[in-house]
């Protein structure tokens, strides 16, 4: 039986979505696609059962014996060769601190043997997603970045993530270097952008749509934007000629405001003698799923698993 067909996964912080994916034609099954929101905060057995469920939706709408395995793209930190759980500190998924994910999911789903489980960070399945089938898959070297809730990233050389070495900063991701009074991660986030906007003004806003809102009406909301495009521009550019990426794609909510400061960010790129071109992720919220569900490729599961215990 020729198992063609893998599970893409995608954990969010408060969500969990699924879909059935052709490893041949890299296509998402579209009648498969499933999702559910999640109790970040509750018990781990509660947590568990709502991602089976959610999976179990999916497995029931496709030929089990065409079914290779699930992937997830999982947030960490988490032992991504173990398929264990150590997200602890930060408010979301606690109750899972120490949990064998493999084993609860396999255990729910009463899977076989055989039948496999395996796992990648979040921000490096986006990358692997956008490289595979994506704004990144004509080109060999790609940086991909999350302008979200965090600052997600990844270095991607021929679809593999590159974690270690000269050419990437350690641990293969950027959000943890140290930017102004705190590190990037602070400043290039929904979260840098709505506290800097208190800042000037001592209002409190819900999200970076209701910011960008303001943009046309509010000078000080657009020179917001401006400056967060010149910042990052700043910031990236030594990695992204250390990597000698030929492409950066950017998704996460905060590109949906790009038209706010895209200009003044690839502006900065050339300013910077940065000859690498800039996309918005053509595939959003289906680069996760994707690059998780690819974790079942063979070739590409051979490559991948030295970079594993490094995310």
């Known amino acids: 039986m020729n198992k063609n067909i893998a599970i893409g996964t995608d954990i969010g912080g408060s969500h969990i979505s699924c879909a059935a994916i052709d490893l041949l034609s890299g296509n998402i099954i579209r009648d498969t696609l499933t999702g559910r929101s999640v109790d970040n905060q509750a018990p781990a057995s509660v947590i568990i059962s709502t991602w ?22 999982m947030p960490g930190p988490f032992d991504y060769v173990k398929g264990i759980c150590y997200i602890r500190g930060v408010a979301k998924y606690e109750s899972l ?11 729910k789903l009463g899977i076989h043997d055989g039948f496999l489980i395996r796992f990648m960070n979040d921000a490096s399945a986006f990358a692997v997603g956008e490289a595979w089938a994506g704004s990144a898959s004509d080109f060999n070297r790609s940086v991909s970045i999350t302008l979200g809730t965090g600052f997600g990233s990844a270095f991607i050389s021929k679809r593999i993530p590159i974690v270690d070495g000269p050419e990437v900063p350690k641990l293969g991701c950027i959000y943890h270097i140290p930017y102004k009074d705190g590190i990037a991660d602070d400043y290039f986030s929904t979260r840098g952008l709505l506290s800097r906007y208190k800042i000037l003004t001592g209002k409190e806003l819900n999200g970076v749509k209701e910011l960008a809102a303001r943009a046309a009406t509010d000078k000080l909301v657009m020179d917001l934007f401006t400056d967060f495009g010149d910042n990052a521009g700043l910031f990236l550019v030594p990695w ?26 690839e502006e900065r790129l050339r300013k910077e003698d940065c000859s690498c071109e800039v996309a918005i992720s053509k595939l959003k919220e289906d680069a996760a799923l994707l690059g998780s569900a690819y974790l079942l490729d063979d070739g590409f599961w051979k490559s991948v698993q030295h970079a594993l215990p490094l995310m």
């Open 52 to 73: 089976a469920e959610a999976l179990s939706d999916v497995l029931n709408k496709v030929p089990l014996d065409n079914v290779k395995g699930i992937g997830f793209a």
């Open 240 to 265: 992204l000629k250390k990597f000698r990426a030929e492409i950066l794609v950017i998704g996460g909510n905060i590109s949906h405001a790009y038209n706010l400061f895209g200009d003044v960010f």
């Open 97 to 107: 601190y120490g949990f064998n994910i493999t084993d609860a999911i396999s255990g």
